[in-house]
């Protein structure tokens, strides 16, 4: 195969704006069941799956009900972010798409479920163009392990070693590296990683329109 073999996309941060509506959601919920938001939460549920960070918010936060009620009520709210189109995409994201699926197969590994994949590709208009969707949820461990990639790697048919992960969050990056991937970092205003992790990056993108060919071939 040629290389890169595959381009791999996380979603939340990386193409749709949606770490800020996470935390918005998850918080909101927090104060309708009237407990203190833990300072540490965020950034922890930060590339959990979905019985990673519903457990979390059960049993570290404190929502009322059990994970999966913490689960479905969080989902249903960015389903329905979704649906009315307060959600914000990246600026440039849907292009950055369209360009490296012209050059190679493109997969997405996300920690969102894969009602809320879908909706972010539909969303971009570039769901015909990505085949291989991984949620975290699917995998024995989300982010900052290397399950989600691993998997979409497998599925892709492609060494990973072979293969870039376009990557936002500090959990993200990790998860990459873990998987032996090239990874290209695009930090977010919201909570980026810190400066020395930044640094194991192939390259650091100050913007997703910065993503080309011949960036990602130069890798290799």
């Known amino acids: 195969m040629a290389l890169p073999h595959?381009?791999?996309?996380?979603l939340d941060?990386?193409?749709?704006?949606?770490?800020?509506?996470?935390?918005?959601?998850?918080r909101g919920l927090a104060a309708e069941d009237g407990v203190d938001w833990p300072p540490e939460a965020t950034t922890a549920m930060m590339g959990m799956n979905t019985r990673e960070w519903s457990t979390y918010?059960?049993?570290?936060?404190?929502?009322?009900?059990?994970?999966?009620?913490?689960?479905?009520?969080?989902?249903?709210?960015?389903r329905a972010m979704y649906a009315d189109g307060s959600l914000e995409m990246i600026p440039g994201a849907?292009?950055?798409?369209?360009r490296m699926a012209a050059e190679w197969p493109v997969a997405v590994a996300s920690s969102s479920p894969a009602v809320l994949i879908d909706a972010g590709l539909a969303a971009l208009?570039?769901?015909?163009l990505v085949n291989v969707r991984v949620s975290t949820e699917n995998v024995a461990h989300g982010k900052p392990e290397p399950d989600g990639y691993l998997e979409a790697c497998r599925q892709l048919g492609?060494?990973?070693?072979?293969c870039v992960a376009i990557e936002d969050s500090g959990s993200g990056l990790r998860s990459a590296l873990a998987a032996g991937m090239k990874v290209v970092a695009?930090?977010?205003?919201?909570?980026?990683?810190?400066?020395?992790?930044?640094?194991?990056?192939?390259?650091?993108?100050?913007?997703?329109?910065?993503?080309?060919p011949a960036l990602v071939r130069s890798f290799f």
Do not use: Y
């Not at 704006?17 to 935390?23: H, V």
């Not at 208009?125 to 015909?128: E, K, Y």
């Not at 930044?198 to 993503?211: C, G, P, Y």
């Open 6 to 10: 595959a381009i791999v996309f996380d």
């Open 13 to 26: 941060g990386t193409l749709t704006d949606t770490e800020p509506a996470w935390d918005r959601v998850r």
């Open 57 to 78: 918010l059960s049993e570290r936060v404190g929502l009322a009900g059990t994970p999966s009620d913490a689960a479905r009520r969080t989902i249903e709210a960015l």
């Open 94 to 98: 849907a292009d950055a798409v369209r």
């Open 125 to 128: 208009g570039v769901a015909d």
């Open 158 to 162: 492609a060494d990973p070693a072979g």
């Open 186 to 212: 695009i930090p977010p205003a919201f909570h980026p990683p810190a400066s020395d992790l930044l640094a194991r990056a192939d390259a650091v993108l100050a913007s997703i329109t910065d993503l080309t």
